[in-house]
């Protein structure tokens, strides 16, 4: 709309839904639950806004519930990838050329549209393919990715406003162009809001991106693409890839259009996608973005002041809550030894409350975790603890997939500070707690930080502030999002902008311009109104 300077409503996070008994939500959500396991669908690749199907289809079943089978999707093969390359750069030559406002109002009514039409059927899509609970699901696919579109639209806006001074007789401006080719949004399985978030940040700023959504979480992905076309996204801008990383990643960075990476997932995987993109620099029109955020080994740390009831509810929600498949989870905590024997009883009488289970079954707090390689991995920790004496498991330890991927939640309690489920991460419901002596309180803080190769998310229980403070200042480094008496996990898109350093990834902070600003490639304007017409400086004057 020309002659207009509009502004971006100003964004509030989405209310959370609580479910609560005989709640209308939770009504209508039973019944979304219902209808997804009544129908099967079928997923295309969507390339130029072309549904295409292709002769590799796979299934999709609940991970709690093997014999469930929700639908197939389609993978896409090397003349897919050709054609959304070849798709994404078409639809550039318009996208980047459409106004800020024009944009936006896209993904203002994406967010509207699951926050009201798509609510619950994107929730019950979440709960049933990827294995969450209501609550779990509800901050996830619908608050936080709502939260996302919301305040990346705002924050899009901050950066364009965002000029220089212009002194008398001249007019400076700042441009922020979208990058020149397309952008590479690979997300992980376990947030549909960060898959949501990795190809719509961009598409923001005008960039065109090329989506391949995580194998086991294809779902919900797809749910939120036919959303993004209701909201009138235009063909071509975002395509949507599934497909094997060995058949995509070649070609993708093999083109010479491939300007940007936006990743979550593994720290090997990243590192392997950093070394082909460097070995293939020469190649490309400009050095791309490489945006990442890979795993944790993120931890609780209790100083013998700390409020006991308090530490243990974020213990346990920080460790076990979404079967502990969060890179924020809580991975490891170290406890005084005179506190460890003064709360295990009640930490023992809350773990004890804990039921799992199908997300269908709104009492359980804990589901199945994603796959049979998930599954097997976890499990393999926890037989290894079982099979040594360095620690010993004390909560916990089942396994069970007969049914579902089951892995009862674990704690392991050590005094090895460098035992192997302190120090690797395990990306499921097993936490560890390393023993410290109490007079070691900042000796501890030391091992602590170095302990890791990881720097994401990490927490303090004291009531003590020097406690805090020195807590603080030593495990700087350490955590990337960092929380004083409050689990390390839930970070708020506009509270806390969500990133970490180290092998934790590249600490560009989604939810936050920070993020947005990565996409732009900015250029600046000079404009004089009255340009000098000789050569002559005053200084060249000879009297």
């Known amino acids: 709309m020309r002659n207009c300077a509009a502004r971006v409503p100003e964004p509030v996070n989405e209310p959370i839904y609580e479910y609560r008994v005989g709640s209308k939500e939770r009504r209508e959500l039973k019944i979304a639950l219902e209808d997804i396991v009544s129908k099967k669908v079928e997923i295309p690749l969507i390339i130029g806004g072309k549904e295409i199907k292709t002769e590799s289809k796979m299934e999709i079943r609940c991970p709690h519930q093997h014999n469930v089978l929700l639908g197939h999707y389609y993978q896409a093969g090397k003349e897919e990838v050709k054609l959304a390359i070849d798709s994404v750069m078409d639809a550039k030559k318009t996208w980047s050329k459409v106004d800020f406002q024009e944009r936006a109002a896209i993904f203002l009514r994406a967010a509207e549209l699951l926050s009201t039409k798509y609510r619950f059927i994107m929730n019950a899509i979440t709960m049933l393919s990827i294995s969450k609970n209501a609550f779990q699901a509800e901050i996830d696919c619908v608050c936080e990715l709502i939260d996302f579109l919301r305040f ?102 093999s083109s ?80 005084p030894k005179s506190m460890f024997n003064s709360i295990k009883d009640e930490l023992l009488n809350e773990l004890s409350k804990i039921k799992m289970g199908s997300p269908e079954d709104f009492t359980n707090f804990v589901n199945a975790v994603i796959d049979r390689e998930s599954y097997d991995k976890i499990k393999s920790y926890v037989d290894f603890v079982k099979n040594q004496n360095e620690a010993k498991i004390f909560f916990g330890g089942k396994c069970d997939d007969s049914v579902g991927y089951f892995i009862e939640p674990t704690v392991v309690v050590t005094e090895d500070p460098h035992f192997k489920t302190m120090e690797e991460e395990i ?110 400086y005053p200084f060249m004057e000879e009297k």
Request: aromatic share 14%.
């Open 152 to 253: 990346n639209a705002s924050f899009a806006q901050k950066i364009y406003e965002d000029q220089p001074i212009s002194p008398k007789g001249f007019w400076n401006r700042m441009q922020y162009r979208p990058l020149e080719g397309f952008v590479f949004a690979v997300p992980p399985f376990n947030f549909v809001s960060i898959s949501g978030n990795l190809p719509t940040a961009p598409a923001i700023m005008g960039n065109v991106s090329i989506w391949k959504p995580a194998s086991s979480a294809i779902y919900p992905s797809y749910m939120f693409m036919k959303i993004l076309q209701e909201a009138g996204l235009p063909d071509g801008v975002i395509n949507f890839v599934p497909g094997k990383g060995s058949t995509m990643g070649d070609l993708i960075f």
């Open 256 to 335: 010479k259009s491939f300007s940007g990476l936006h990743f979550t997932g593994s720290y090997d995987t990243f590192n392997y996608m950093w070394k082909f993109i460097a070995n293939n620099m020469s190649n490309y029109i400009t050095y791309p973005r490489i945006v990442g955020e890979t795993g944790g080994k993120d931890f609780i740390f209790a100083h013998s002041s700390a409020n006991t009831s308090s530490l243990i509810t974020a213990i346990v929600r920080g460790s076990f809550e979404y079967q502990g498949q969060k890179c924020s989870a809580v991975s490891r905590v170290y406890l």
């Open 427 to 536: 990306f499921g419901p097993v936490v560890t707690f390393y023993l410290y002596d109490d007079e070691k309180f900042e000796e501890t803080l030391h091992l602590c930080d170095k302990t890791s190769i990881y720097g994401l998310t990490g927490a303090i229980f004291a009531q003590d502030r020097s406690a805090i403070n020195s807590a603080t200042e030593i495990l700087e480094s350490s955590a990337g999002n960092f929380y004083i008496n409050d689990k390390p996990t839930g970070a708020v898109v506009g509270q806390q902008p969500f990133g970490g350093a180290r092998a934790s990834g590249t600490n560009d902070k989604a939810g936050s311009l920070l993020n947005l600003i990565r996409w732009t490639s900015a250029r600046s304007v000079k404009e004089t109104f009255n340009p000098p017409e000789h050569i002559q």
